[in-house]
Antibody
Framework: EVQVVESGGGLIQPGGSLRLSCAAS????????MSWVRQAPGKGLEWVSV???????YYADSVKGRFTISRDNSKNTLYLHMDSLRAEDTAVYYC??????????????WGQGTTVTVSS | DIQMTQSPSSVSASVGDRVTITCRAS??????LAWYQQKPGKAPKLLIY???SLQSGVPSRFSGSGSGTDFTLTISSLRPEDFATYYC?????????FGQGTKLEIK
């Protein structure tokens, strides 16, 4: 079965660091566009970061310089390392797979989400 | 960054109604657009990709159209399970921005 399972969320103080993990099964993280998408309480979806085609990465301006996306192909796992966390980073973080080829095939695999709460 | 604007932000409708949601991009994105449905407490679900292609397993009452800057998601005959929030997303260029969402409520 194709799926992803996130972990690593929790309560963290402002300025702290946290690493989210996303374990994939049924497909390889190394050969897909892997993203993080977040959703603040009561708000819409916000695209955060992507890793694709080797080690190409991109970040939303809101997290650039503070968050780092990476993957361990041997563990088939995606990561999001978050530094200098702020209250506005409080959200459910989703790991997501998308397929980009001749077309954008959309995000067809989503995790259940992991909750990050930044508060003192 | 490309801005995605959905309208309306919310809509009330009845079972059996036809509903159309619009998504406008701040610049042309060809057909690099997807639509998602999200229910409370759940992850989003892919409905439409490449602007008009129906994802496998999604009922045929859902359809998408458009290219360039203007796109629509249409539900031909609402069923009770369709009441949810809908999002568009562009993938023409990074960041792959989402629209702000359209909440579809029961009238």
């Amino acid at each position: 079965e194709v799926q992803v399972v996130e972990s690593g969320g929790g309560l963290i103080q402002p300025g702290g660091s946290l690493r989210l993990s996303c374990a994939a099964s049924g497909f390889s993280v190394s050969s897909n566009y892997m993203s993080w998408v977040r959703q603040a309480p009561g708000k819409g979806l916000e695209w955060v970061s992507v890793i694709y085609s080797g080690d190409n990465t991109y970040y939303a301006d809101s997290v650039k310089g503070r968050f780092t996306i990476s993957r361990d192909n041997s563990k088939n796992t995606l990561y999001l390392h978050m530094d200098s966390l702020r209250a506005e980073d409080t959200a459910v973080y989703y790991c997501a797979r998308s397929i980009v080829a001749a077309y954008y095939y959309g995000i067809d695999v989503w995790g259940q989400g992991t909750t990050v709460t930044v508060s003192s | 960054d490309i801005q995605m604007t959905q309208s309306p932000s919310s809509v009330s409708a009845s079972v059996g109604d036809r509903v159309t949601i619009t998504c406008r991009a701040s610049q042309g994105i060809s057909s690099w657009l997807a639509w998602y449905q999200q229910k409370p407490g759940k992850a989003p679900k892919l409905l439409i990709y490449a602007a008009s292609s129906l994802q496998s397993g999604v009922p045929s009452r859902f359809s998408g159209s458009g290219s360039g800057t203007d796109f629509t998601l249409t539900i031909s005959s609402l069923r009770p399970e369709d009441f949810a929030t809908y999002y568009c997303q562009q993938a023409n260029s990074f960041p792959y921005t989402f629209g702000q969402g359209t909440k579809l409520e029961i009238k």
